[in-house]
């Protein structure tokens, strides 16, 4: 089962940020998309996976994209930013996930997924900026923290979970007393992620207490977001719907305004 021992391992071993990672997301934060783009063009694995992910059917494009110039221009500072974080996150994620059953794909198509829509959402509630737009990448984070702590023991744990029907969220939390928000943040650190991200994110549980208001407001969309995408029938297939507890009594006051958002979303492409 997953020991102390084993969590202070796993963060000692999450990778730091690869160098042109950084420097490109460098060159974002200050505004200068054609450094960006000339500093990715170095890392051919950052490279394909920019080319790889813009021209996924969830974005939209018509037509292929494969000039970095360009498609940094068209995402412009903040999205861009949110996509390197997202790559950051398949530098972590598992080749074979031993838990849930994902693949790459599926998984790549979830950060798209939640990228999209939180997007709209943070324009509906006028919150866009950088910050709070790469937030979402984050949120995956959790999944990949839980297929790797639980993967190696999941007879044992599914043997818990039939007796007492606890999420993985709530078991981790009583073996360790970390959850994995708490692990969320250790990786923001990691990777010099600014603490409004890893605030957000943390309070996406549902469960934290005393939380600034204009966060509580981003922390409520969020957690409706995740719980949303997940019960959709690929990732219900995968088993990630229940590795976190839905907290209704946290979200039920914007429950009908996120559908509004996420059904014209769904309407409109």
């Known amino acids: ?77 903040s999205t861009a930013q949110q996509i390197l974080y997202n790559y950051l996150l398949t530098l972590l994620a598992p080749k074979e996930w031993a838990l849930f059953n994902l693949s790459s794909q599926a998984f790549y198509d979830l950060q798209a997924s939640l990228s999209r829509k939180w997007a709209k959402i943070l324009t509906h509630l006028n919150l866009l900026n950088p910050d709070t737009e790469s937030a979402i990448t984050l949120l995956p984070a959790s999944i990949i923290v839980c297929d790797t702590l639980f993967g190696e023991c999941k007879n044992e744990v599914e043997q818990l979970r039939s007796v007492k029907a606890l999420d993985y969220n709530t078991i981790l939390f009583r073996l360790s007393k970390r959850s994995l928000f708490d692990m969320c943040t250790e990786i923001a650190k990691k990777w010099e992620l600014s603490e409004a991200i890893s605030r957000i994110v943390h309070a996406s ?38 590795f976190i507890e839905f907290q209704i009594e946290f979200v039920q006051d914007i429950y009908e305004s996120f559908m509004q958002v996420v059904e014209y979303d769904e309407t409109n492409g």
């Open 1 to 77: 089962m997953v020991t102390q021992e084993r969590i202070l391992l796993y963060i000692q071993n999450i990778p730091p940020a690869p160098t042109v990672v950084k420097q490109t997301l460098d060159y974002v934060r200050i505004g200068d998309l054609t450094k960006a783009a000339k500093c990715a063009e170095e890392d051919p694995a950052l490279r394909l996976y920019l080319r790889t992910l813009v021209n996924r059917p969830i974005y939209g494009f018509r037509n292929e994209i494969s000039d970095l110039p360009q498609i940094f221009s068209i995402l412009g500072i």
């Open 205 to 242: 549980s549902g469960l934290d207490q005393n939380i600034d208001p204009k966060d509580k407001i981003l922390a409520q969309w969020m957690h409706l977001l995740l719980f949303y995408e997940l019960s959709q029938s690929t990732y219900v297939s995968a088993g990630l719907n229940e």
